[in-house]
């Protein structure tokens, strides 16, 4: 991840927000603010160029034989396993929060929208990774289709699973959920999601660790922030053990 200079960008906004009018200029104290100024603009745009970038994509030879399930591997609910053994004709994913016209979208309206294919490695922070294929919508056609609030700056992923007693979710800001490789993936290597792997529908989100991958989910709900959400630290092991929000890779 790249490392802003924090202050340096502070002093540049600010600098910024002043005008940088030819009276600042004038002075020696203004030409070097508007050059810290310049500085931070560039740092802040190679921050957010590498957040866009793309993550590497893998070759189908390169996928790994078996993608094996971690955390929940089931959700203990007879709704949900009635859905599962009829292949969830029922479910639906929500999309509200902050937006002007709340969705709940079946598998079958997911599975209409223009798809994205991607080859990809999931890294967890227990210690493994694997390659595996994904296909789903793209986050950014569902928020433009639901079309987001100008409060909205948090994305939050609500699951259908619990883990020690305690509903999973996570969220993300809007750069994350608007890069082309975060999308809702209803198949893993050409087939629907197997019940381990988050089925019927899970994030990947392409940029971040494993946990940030949340699995059966049932709404994408946008927010303003997430104080009021579980503990408040923006994820299910953020809140329980302390794992950074930001998981970037
Ligand atoms: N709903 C939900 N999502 C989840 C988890 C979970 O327990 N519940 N575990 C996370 C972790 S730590 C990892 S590494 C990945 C594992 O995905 P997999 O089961 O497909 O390997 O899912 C993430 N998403
Ligand atoms: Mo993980």
Redesign the pocket.
């Known amino acids: 991840m790249v490392d802003l200079p924090r202050r340096t960008l502070i002093a540049g906004i600010a600098a910024l927000g002043a005008g940088a009018c030819a009276r600042i200029a004038e002075s020696e104290t203004g030409r070097s603010l508007m050059r810290v100024a310049e500085e931070g603009h560039r740092a802040l745009h190679r921050a957010l160029a590498a957040r866009q970038a793309l993550v590497r994509e893998y070759a189908p030879s390169e996928r790994s034989p078996t993608?094996?399930?971690?955390?929940?591997?089931t959700v203990a609910d007879p709704f949900y396993q009635d859905q599962l053994a009829r292949g969830f004709p029922d479910w639906r994913l929500e999309v509200r929060g902050l937006v002007e016209t709340p969705l709940a979208l079946s598998l079958a309206a997911l599975k209409a929208l223009p798809q994205r294919r991607q080859i990809t490695r999931?890294d967890?922070?227990?210690g493994w990774s694997?390659i595996g294929e994904w296909t789903g919508p793209q986050l950014s056609r569902l928020l433009d289709a639901a079309r987001l609030k100008p409060e909205a700056r948090f994305i939050v992923l609500r699951?259908?699973?619990t883990?020690y007693g305690r509903p999973?979710y996570?969220s993300i800001d809007l750069v994350d959920a608007y890069h082309p490789q975060t999308i809702i993936a209803h198949s893993l290597n050409g087939a629907p999601l197997p019940e381990?792997?988050?089925a019927p529908l899970?994030l990947r989100v392409e940029r971040q660790l494993?946990?940030?991958?949340?699995?059966?989910l049932t709404a994408i709900e946008a927010v303003a922030s997430l104080d009021a959400i579980g503990e408040g630290r923006g994820g299910?092991?953020e809140d329980v053990a302390g794992y950074q929000w930001y998981a970037g890779i």
Do not use: I, M, P, T
């Open positions: 993608f094996r399930g971690n955390g929940s591997v999931h967890c922070v227990e694997a699951c259908a699973d883990l999973y996570e381990q792997n988050g899970r494993g946990y940030k991958h949340a699995k059966y299910f092991w």
